[in-house]
Structure formats: C-alpha cells, structure tokens
C-alpha cells in the first residue's frame, strides 16, 4: 500500500547535494551528482520556484539561500537581448547563445512566481523584476505551445493591465491551435501528447481565472477530462511515456514514466479542483502524487530512503536508479503543495 501523501515526511538531502555555489547540477549517477552533465537554466528556474515554496512550508532560512542561488543562476543565464542561454557546462561555459522556447517559458513562469511571492527578498525581487522586463518584449514571438502556456503561468501572477493583455494573447492563441487540432473524441493541442502535456490545460484554466473568458475554461476543462481518461484509466496516474508518447488514434506508450508529469499533473488538479469546485480534481492530484509513492503502474516507490531523492522515472523493468535535478524538484513542488492541503 502507498504511503500517505498527506504525511509522508520530506528529506531535502539531496537537493543539497545536487546544489553547489552555481546552481543545481542537472543529473546524477545513481545518487552521486554528476559533474559531467553541467547545468540547465530550466533546473534552476524551476528550482527557484521549488525552493520558495519550500521555505514557505517550512520556514527555514537554509530554503532562501536556495532563493539567491538559483535566482542568482538565471540571471547569469539571460542574454543581452533578454531570452536566456539553457546549458552550461561544468566550468561555467554557456554551451548556447540562446536556449529553447520551452526554457524561455519556464523562466517566465519562475520570474512571475518568485516576484509575486511574498517571501522573496526585496533585492532578489528587484533583480527579477529587471530580468522580467527585458523578457517579456519576447513572448509575443512565441511559437511553442509549451512555453506560451508556462508563459501565461508565471504572467498570471502579476496584477496589472499590461499582463492582462499579454495573457489573453497567448491563451487565445493556445485556444486556437486546439480548435485546429481538436477532431472526434481526439481534444488536444496537437496531433499527438508528448512532454509536460498537463501545462496546456492548467495555462488554459489559469487564463480563465485572470481574463474571466469562458472559452478558456471550456478548453482547459474538456482538454483535461480528455488527458485525464487517458492517465488514469486503471484507477491510478500512469503517464503517457517518453518511450514513443501518444499519436493521435494510437495507443499511449506504456515507458518511460517521467516524474514531471506527475508533478504538473498535481498543479493543474489543483487548479482546475479551485476554478470549479468539484472533488474529483482534488482526488485526482493527490493520486498524481501518490505516484511518487508507489501507487503507480509497478507499485514502487520512486523515492529513495536513504537520500530522499527521486528516481528518474519508471522503466518497464524497474526505476531509473539516477537522480537528477529535474525528478528531486518534481517530488519536491508536488510534495509541497499535497502536504499543504492539511496545513
């Protein structure tokens, strides 16, 4: 039986170890972090958002050295003309003049959380109100589903007109290429559900909620319903695997499950459980969760006891046994926002 999401104790170990004076290091080898691989500003952008929401479970000063950290990275990371460099070796050499639009839209959404959150120290703040000024002039170009929806995520946590505006921009584009590819019982963005799939439902319901538009809400809505017969139709989460995705009038693949996928599927119930009421989103994010935990499709835990990292995902054979940034962060947003709920 899975552990109990609600109190499962949380070890940050890890994400110590993972974190040395640059930033986060982004993969492991087993539970040893692994130089070899660099950095990535995505890791650190959602590492930024993680450690905040750490420090605002726990209070604990160790979380907002976290804060500069990783802000500190994404400041090194944006370039002169205000979109931002992804990886980074080792020794501090930017691989890239410019990253993907992915990462562009998961800086954004780091830079509108970190900058509404009332527990971000005021020079830290200033420093990312700066960074968010020169990025923004950029998002009207967005061609990427994904980084238009992670985009609206971190915009809408800003209050005021101008972003207003560049919401309804970028969700009525979403809402349009789902009217292009929406056909029969196919409800997607695409022609085919890859990676981060939750973000384009939870940006699509978050427009909702700043713009008040009910087309958004419709799409969010019947976009996830869709998503979530495909995930849970055996009672528990189990993603759509990286191992071959989801074609249109295919079969979802059954490996490998990615721990993101759980994480964003916990942040999208759990907006859609606030934007309309019903229980069944609620119930839906805690079994998300409780995929880390072992109500998955192998009934195994993917977090390891001795370090309290996350594994890489499930295989057909087993866990991934690496640990990298991207997983321990997952499990740790997740665990953050379950755990609240009682709180």
């Known amino acids: 039986m899975a552990a109990n999401p609600l109190t499962a104790a949380f070890m940050d170990d890890h994400i110590f170890r993972l ?15 692994d130089p070899n691989h660099g950095y990535t500003t995505d890791d650190n952008a959602r590492a930024l958002i993680m450690a905040l929401m750490l420090y605002e479970r726990y209070e604990s000063k160790k979380y907002l ?19 931002f460099r ?11 003049e410019e990253g993907s639009e992915d990462c562009f839209g998961r800086c954004l959404w780091a830079l509108g959380f970190a900058i509404s959150n009332r527990h971000t120290p005021k020079g830290v703040k200033n420093g990312l109100i700066h960074m968010l000024g020169k990025a923004v002039p950029h998002t009207a170009a967005l061609v990427s589903p994904r980084a238009k929806a992670y985009s609206v995520i971190g915009l809408a946590h800003l209050d ?8 309804y921009d970028l969700a009525n584009s979403l809402s349009s290429q789902y009217d292009e590819y929406r056909d029969g019982e196919w409800k997607w963005f695409e022609d085919i559900a890859a990676y981060s799939n939750f973000v384009l439902p939870w940006s699509m319901l978050v427009s909702y909620r700043v713009t008040g538009d009910k087309k958004f809400l419709d799409v969010g809505a019947e976009s996830l319903d869709f998503f979530g017969r495909i995930c849970f139709r055996n009672g528990y989460f189990k993603p759509v ?10 079969q979802p693949a059954e490996f490998d ?3 993101v996928e759980a994480c964003e599927g916990v942040l999208t119930y759990l907006e859609a459980y606030r934007t309309t009421g019903r229980d069944a989103y609620l ?37 991934n046994l690496n640990m990298g940034a991207e997983s321990i962060i997952s499990y ?11 709180s």
């Open 257 to 259: 499950e990615q721990p």
């Open 160 to 167: 005021d007109e101008d972003t207003v505006k560049l919401i």
């Open 86 to 96: 992804n990886f980074m070796g080792y020794d501090r050499k930017w691989l890239e």
């Open 283 to 319: 119930q839906y994010a805690e079994k998300c969760h409780q995929w880390y935990l072992g109500l998955n499709s192998l009934g195994i835990s993917l977090i390891d006891a001795e370090t309290g990292g996350c594994y890489d995902g499930l295989t057909r054979d087993g866990p």
């Open 19 to 33: 974190t040395d004076d640059t930033g986060m290091l982004q993969h492991s080898k087993y539970s040893l972090p």
């Open 241 to 250: 695997g990286c191992n071959g995705w989801l074609l249109k009038g295919g």
């Open 332 to 342: 740790a947003i997740s665990h953050t926002m379950i755990s609240g709920l009682t």
């Open 65 to 83: 050295d976290l804060v500069y950290r990783y802000a500190s990275f994404l400041l090194n990371a944006q370039n002169e003309n205000g979109r």
